[in-house]
């Protein structure tokens, strides 16, 4: 029930959501300031977070000078700033490691072939990822508000962009990893290893044999890799991602 204030109206709380964050949104409130109703017991983050914004993408939550944390009791009439993470955003363990949940397997996929760590299974349930985000410790990556909700300890995030190749550069802004090309399975996240022609023979088919020489092994499964037909497709990613960060420059830390 909402509370009322000392002139007999409803008790209010004003969200000024910082453009960059307006997306998270409902539609009827993307002009970024949201009257939200007080029932004298919920926190700003449950507010928050009630209008659609997980807390994982807010960095900071101002009621004019001063900085409030989630657990602050908003009084009735008082005005928040929500401001976005600042990018890059520091990770549990530098270079970060990656947990992606049972949607994103395509992310996954290439966030590996850059040369990232990245956990992930499709069978995966939202308690077991949780888990083990904080156990190994990962950044958990999810376009899943629920899951995010759950106030997973350490790092997760909302992954934007509904195509695989525009989520890989919002992940790459976000964290600034570095990036280590062809050095990871894309199927399992081991590490590669070249190994001579002579070695994989009895993986190869005749035509393979023919037409290429340079080969490399996962030590993890034992998947043989070559620059077959998709080569061309996965270099644009490889040099797209490498340009966009020598542009970025060095990782920055951020307190």
Not at 10 to 25: K, P
Not at 41 to 63: M, Q
Request: aromatic share 4%; hydrophobic share 35%.
């Amino acid at each position: 029930m909402a509370r009322t204030s000392s002139g007999g109206e409803a008790a209010v709380l004003t969200l000024r959501i910082a453009e960059d964050l307006r997306f998270l949104l409902p539609a009827r409130h993307r002009g970024g300031e949201l009257r939200c109703p007080l029932d004298g017991t919920s926190s700003l983050g449950h507010c928050v977070e009630a209008a659609g914004i997980p807390l994982t993408e807010v960095g900071e939550l101002r009621d004019g000078g001063s900085t409030l944390t989630p657990a602050h009791r908003p009084a009735p009439g008082e005005i928040v700033d929500v401001h976005p993470v600042r990018r890059p955003q520091p990770t549990p363990t530098v270079p970060p490691r990656f947990l992606l949940d049972v949607h994103l397997g395509r992310l996954a996929r290439r966030l590996r072939i850059l040369g990232l760590d990245v956990a992930y299974r499709n069978d995966a349930g939202d308690a077991e990822l949780a888990e083990a985000a904080s156990r190994e410790p990962r950044v958990l990556l999810t376009q899943d508000r629920g899951l995010l909700r759950r106030h997973i300890p350490g790092c997760a995030a909302y992954v934007r962009g509904a195509r695989a190749d525009e989520q890989v550069r919002d992940v790459l802004d976000r964290f600034a990893p570095p990036l280590d090309p062809w050095t990871r399975c894309p199927n399992c996240n081991g590490t590669l290893t070249r190994v001579p022609k002579q070695e994989v023979l009895d993986a190869l088919k005749p035509g393979t044999v023919r037409s290429y020489d340079a080969f490399a092994r996962c030590r993890g499964c034992g998947q043989v890799y070559w620059r077959g037909a998709h080569a061309r497709r996965l270099d644009r990613l490889v040099s797209d991602a490498v340009s966009d960060a020598t542009e970025r420059g060095p990782r920055r830390e951020v307190s």
